[in-house]
């Protein structure tokens, strides 16, 4: 590998800060036409403008409007570039990223590999450690030339650019700048889509466009970004026409939107997956007994068969349908098409009660059993219903079946450890791949290497296990796809898990808005358009 000199953060910003002003004010930019102005309601409050402060699903939508990222994600959870416009692997703990040249920050001043390398130390550096989950695996960050970086990572990491997409790119002359200075406005300049104009905690962002964007501008003169957790009062400010888009469309005003001759609803799929653990150790599982309340000398769903079976008796469609209202996709696997590791050899099992019933048959379980399954009231979308459907739908193929549902603060105490028998499981696979929920959920619980922490089925498949530990060492995307494939396809083709659905994005709009919602369920207004465009 070429000599890369260590790069500190100089003085050298300032000369640019001056000379980006002169320029400002010898070649002002030409205005838009258009004059439009989107204000969106979100459902949840981002609590700074810091990019660097807090990591939440809030704070990362609110910054990406102001600062961009080397690697923009995708709403399908793609890497794509942004100020990076390629990069490689120089060796297993090395990457090089060739940076976007002309990028203007709001003040004027060029975009070049100084702000990377503050960027990326300040994240990994700053007290909150906010962005340790993303920060943890990076050694140093030096320059080749004013725009090529090389990130160090202390271990190979393949998912170092998932990493770097979740890390904003700010000035390199604010980098010792305080949260209260990014809050005020004074620091927050990015090289984004829109410049801040104002900023009330708990209330709204105020945005103006970036006429100079590389990536082209926004049709949005004025962007404002108003934070209503308050689902009333959200879809209230939607119907008196204050607000142009809400996020989290609440079940209750549903048929008011649809029924609205200047209002709609926009559906998309995130990246939650809700599924069923089902308990696979070799000693008789707790809340499954005979028929008589008598103890079982094995735990019948060890069996693919039951498991199987299980599956068919579920009427997914129908759930989603009208358990969900409509608000969640039948699931099959971890991702959907589209995402890394999907894969096209999973067979999907079809509603098929009488099939069940002969299943159990075979597996010798035609009397069926006793069963209680277990889940969370509140913590996920209309949980608890679901899981009564559930319950019903077991009993009807013989399996008679009795549902607890607890508060998320006591329930989450044992869901994990291998106390239930079946029980309601979710994850939210914001990676947009499979390693993330797999290592999880389905690996072999091992405290040393960090997996199977959320495994309280007790899955413990040596291939699965063989397989991840070779993806996640495995730098090359190319060659770690078909190994992620192979583990959806031995999970769901087994049925380790038992996959219901994936909970679905729901807005609401005026109908002169389109919107194609994101996996990760960001509202970016810079993806807002106007419907006649």
Not at 143 to 154: A, G, H, L
Not at 172 to 186: I, L, P, T
Request: charged share 25%.
């Amino acid at each position: 590998m070429e000599t890369i000199m260590s790069l500190t953060p100089t003085l050298g910003k300032a000369c640019k800060a001056g000379f980006g002003l002169l320029l400002g004010l010898a070649l002002p930019s030409m205005a838009m036409a258009a004059d439009a102005s989107l204000t969106i309601g979100m459902s949840t409050t981002f609590t700074t403008v810091d990019p660097h402060e807090t990591s939440s699903s809030p704070n990362n939508a609110a910054s990406r409007h102001i600062f961009d990222s080397l690697i923009n994600r995708g709403g399908a959870a793609e890497n794509n570039p942004q100020l990076a416009t390629d990069w490689k692997v120089l060796d297993p703990t090395h990457w090089e990223f060739h940076l976007r040249k002309g990028v203007k920050f709001h003040d004027g001043t060029t975009f070049d590999a100084e702000d990377v390398i503050a960027s990326l130390l300040r994240a990994r550096d700053k007290p909150s450690q906010a962005f340790a989950s993303y920060t943890r695996n990076i050694k140093d960050v030096t320059e080749s030339d004013p725009y090529t970086v090389v990130v160090e990572t202390t271990v190979p990491d393949p998912m170092i650019l998932n990493s770097l997409s979740r890390i904003r790119i700010i000035s390199a002359d604010h980098a010792k700048d305080s949260v209260a200075d990014f809050d005020s406005g004074k620091a927050a300049i990015g090289t984004g889509p829109f410049k801040f104009v104002s900023y009330s905690p708990g209330d709204r962002l105020v945005l103006e466009r970036n006429d100079d964007y590389f990536a082209g501008p926004s049709e949005w003169k004025n962007v404002t970004l108003r934070m209503i957790p308050d689902n009333g009062a959200r879809l209230a400010a939607l119907l008196s026409g204050d607000l142009d888009l809400i996020e989290t469309m609440p079940a209750e005003g549903v048929d008011r939107v649809e029924n609205s001759d200047k209002l709609q609803l926009i559906r998309g799929q995130s990246t939650r997956l809700v599924f069923l653990g089902v308990n696979v150790m070799d000693a008789p599982t707790a809340f499954i007994t005979a028929k008589d309340g008598s103890k079982l000398e094995k735990n019948p769903l060890q069996d693919e068969r039951v498991r199987r079976a299980l599956l068919m008796s579920i009427n997914r469609p129908a759930i989603v349908d009208r358990v969900m209202q409509k608000n969640g996709t039948v699931a099959d696997q971890f991702v959907a098409k589209g995402y890394f590791g999907h894969s096209d050899a999973v067979e999907p099992v079809k509603y098929d009660p009488a099939g069940a019933k002969k299943l159990l048959e075979e597996a010798g379980w035609g009397d069926g059993f006793k069963m209680t399954i277990q889940g969370p009231a509140g913590r996920y979308v209309n949980d608890s219903a679901v899981l009564q459907a559930v319950g019903q739908m077991f009993s009807r193929i013989g399996i008679e079946t009795a549902v607890e549902v607890m508060p998320w603060s006591m329930y989450s105490k044992k869901y994990t450890t291998g106390d239930y028998s079946v029980f309601l499981g979710s994850w939210g696979i914001n990676t947009g791949e499979v390693s993330n929920p797999a290592l999880a959920v389905v690996a072999g619980r091992d405290e040393e290497k960090g997996t199977g922490r959320y495994n309280g089925g007790g899955v413990n498949d040596p291939k699965i296990n063989k397989l991840l530990d070779e993806a996640t060492s495995t730098l090359d995307e190319a060659s770690r796809k078909p190994l992620l494939e192979k583990v959806s396809e031995l999970t769901f083709n087994k049925l380790w898990i038992l996959p219901l659905h994936y909970e679905n994005v729901v807005l609401a709009a005026k109908k002169s808005i389109s919107y194609a919602p994101r996996g990760d369920k960001y509202t970016l207004a810079y993806d807002v358009k106007s419907a006649a465009k």
